[in-house]
Nanobody
Framework: QEQLVESGGGSVQAGGSLRLSCAAS????????MGWYRQAPGKEREWVSS???????TYIDSVKGRFTISQDNAKNTLYLQMNSLKTDDTGVYYC???????????????WGQGTQVTVSS
């Protein structure tokens, strides 16, 4: 089981910004797709964004133009820069890695513990 350690959550007013970080192993960074999921209160967990080292980033439509996923290979750290935050972005954000490669996209084997993001109006 690979360990993923998230940080950077917090509380912010609508329109503000936060940056989430996820530290992972060299193996994960070299071989795996990585991504972010979130779970709002009372809702299903939903995929937010993914990236594979050297490949294109993908995003759920609701965050396109506001969120940016990136990787720092020197630090083995995944980031999610979140700008123009909305109250609908509130939830627990999870870092995840290593797609199982089955029929379901972004079906990851390894998960972080989650970090809370709260956006107030």
């Amino acid at each position: 089981q690979e360990q993923l350690v998230e940080s950077g959550g917090g509380s912010v007013q609508a329109g503000g910004s936060l940056r989430l970080s996820c530290a992972a192993s060299q193996y994960v960074f070299t071989w795996c797709e990585m991504g972010w999921y979130r779970q709002a209160p009372g809702k299903e967990r939903e995929w937010v964004s993914s990236i594979r080292n050297g490949g294109p980033a993908t995003y759920i439509d609701s965050v396109k133009g506001r969120f940016t996923i990136s990787q720092d290979n020197a630090k083995n750290t995944l980031y999610l820069q979140m700008n123009s935050l909305k109250t609908d972005d509130t939830g627990v954000y999870y870092c995840a890695a290593c797609d199982r490669g089955g029929f379901t996209a972004h079906d990851y084997r390894h998960w972080g513990q989650g970090t809370q993001v709260t956006v107030s109006s």
